[in-house]
């Protein structure tokens, strides 16, 4: 038993004088006068703040009041009058200034009520001091197809928090999936909820641009309605995705992408395609070296794309730190259609002569202007040797979970890298990591028919040479 206890705390001594709390009555006007002015404070607040239902309201009676139903059904029909014309006139300020705000606030409304439960199941509501802390919604924005909530979250909550939760937000609030964005500010969190689905449709081909830009260069469509535009200096590009997810449509969106400039010595192609021929051949024009029939052709273009790296490596050392091409310094796309074709299936030898130039390219290629852009269905570590050598990873739809962690890295699916549940039926559509973005971006990359590649190929050929032979014109 201690000898002394010490009990920290102000102690509170009995008061020499104790009184009872007051009882004044009042008259029962007074009391009623009192409740009223309260009453008609509330109401004062109430209208104010939901000026958007009772503006209308007042207007409405007021038109009835003067002029009967006449007033108030001939003002609906002017405004709806009104609306169709602007609708008609100028859609995209319609929707802008007009449609959106009103659904809105609609919105904000439907949010609301389904907020609390949607926090607490998914579990978002943190339980602090004996209370329940839900994160705020501030703000709900519609854009086509999406709506855009502003969220506070609770101290010590992160926009990952959001992210891992997305699908449980998406189901309770009936959406196709919700992504979760960092805030304009910290503590804040954006979840772009997504409600149609502006990939579902085939996206045709995306127009040429004159003269391309390297850092901008238009693929296909985000999920949120704008162009995929990939940046091409400073990177190399993987592929990965099924058999039949369409690394094909990647590939020919960015030719396309490129055609221009492959027209005007800009760029230059070298195409090395395992499978005959078979993929890339249709476009055959555009590629200025061309191999297809055996391993060794392939890893001779691949040492003369060393070379060029090594020679320019050596001219701009110093000088520039990135590249800049001209027609008489092309920039140099080497795209590989298979790359577990020649990084497994060849004979031991080529394939160490291919791994160790691929390596090397893929290092130090990026500055010099000389890029690599390689497609596999396959991204384990024995058909794919080294994904970080790749900066920029496309991965349309996979066949497992676990192929989604060797693409990208861990996390990237608990954030929203769905690629194996994308549907089999909606090939050409991929995830992406945008620049600056945590969050993957689903898109969809524009999908060329043969006929439309063949074309494309004729108007913007370049001069080619297959497996080692220069040919004059095209060989379509
Ligand atoms: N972006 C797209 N939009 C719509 N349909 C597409 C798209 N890409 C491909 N497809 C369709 O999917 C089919 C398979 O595409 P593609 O051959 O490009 O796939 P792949 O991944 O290259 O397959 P493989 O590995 O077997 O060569 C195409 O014939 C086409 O019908």
């Known amino acids: 038993m201690p000898l002394v206890n010490v009990i920290r705390g102000e102690r509170i001594d009995t008061a020499p004088l104790n009184v009872r709390t007051p009882i004044v009555r009042l008259p029962i006007w007074l009391v009623l006068s009192w409740w009223f002015l309260k009453g008609l404070a509330l109401t004062l607040v109430l209208a104010c703040r939901y000026w958007y239902v009772t503006g209308p309201a007042a207007l409405l009676l007021w038109l009835y009041v003067d002029f009967g139903w006449l007033g108030p059904v001939g003002l609906v029909a002017g405004l709806i009058c009104a609306g169709c014309g602007w609708h008609f006139g100028h859609r995209s300020s319609f929707l802008r200034w007009g449609w959106f705000p009103v659904l809105g606030r609609w919105r904000r409304g439907v949010y609301r009520r389904r907020w609390h439960p949607a926090m607490a199941t998914a579990k978002l509501a943190v339980s ?46 009936g959406a196709r999936a919700v992504k979760a964005l960092p805030g304009p500010r910290y503590g804040e969190a954006l979840l772009l909820v997504m409600r149609g689905d502006p990939l579902a449709a085939t996206v045709g081909p995306l127009p040429v641009p004159d003269v391309p830009d390297f850092t901008a260069l238009p693929l296909g469509i985000r999920e949120d309605g704008e162009i995929y535009l990939l940046c091409l200096f400073g990177t190399q590009v993987l592929i990965v995705g099924a058999t039949g997810a369409g690394k094909g449509s990647v590939i020919w969106s960015l030719l396309r992408a490129l055609a221009a400039g492959i027209r005007s010595g800009l760029v230059q192609v070298w195409g090395l395609d395992p499978k005959g021929g078979m993929e890339l051949g249709i476009g055959l024009d555009l590629f200025t070296r061309f191999a297809c029939k055996n391993a060794e052709a392939m890893a001779d273009m691949l040492d003369e794309a060393l070379a060029v790296v090594q020679e320019r490596t050596a001219r701009l050392m110093g000088l520039t730190r990135q590249h800049i091409p001209t027609v008489d310094d092309p920039l140099y796309l080497i795209v590989i259609d298979e790359l577990a074709a020649l990084t497994s299936y060849a004979d031991r030898k080529t394939k160490e002569r291919i791994k160790s130039s691929l390596g090397l390219l893929l290092t130090q290629g990026r500055a010099v202007g000389v890029h690599v852009v390689a497609a596999i269905q ?3 570590k024995e058909t794919l040797p080294d994904r970080n050598l790749f900066p920029t990873r496309i991965a349309l739809r996979l066949s497992e979970e676990s192929e989604v962690e060797m693409v990208f890295g861990k996390g ?20 992406v990591a945008l620049d600056g973005d945590p969050t993957p971006m689903r898109v969809r990359f524009s999908f060329l028919t043969d006929r439309q590649i063949r074309t494309m190929a004729r108007t913007y050929a370049a001069r080619p040479v297959i497996d080692g032979q220069w040919t004059e014109g095209g060989a379509a």
């Open 128 to 173: 602090f001091d004996g209370h329940t802390v839900l994160p705020v919604l501030k703000r709900v924005r519609c854009r086509p197809g999406c709506d855009e909530l502003l969220v506070r979250m609770v101290t010590g909550q992160i926009p990952d928090d959001f992210a891992a939760a997305a699908e449980r937000l998406a189901h309770t609030f």
């Open 412 to 431: 990237m699916r608990d954030r929203g890298a769905l690629c194996d549940r994308i549907p089999m039926a909606t090939p050409g559509v991929a995830f």
């Open 378 to 380: 396959d991204p384990r």
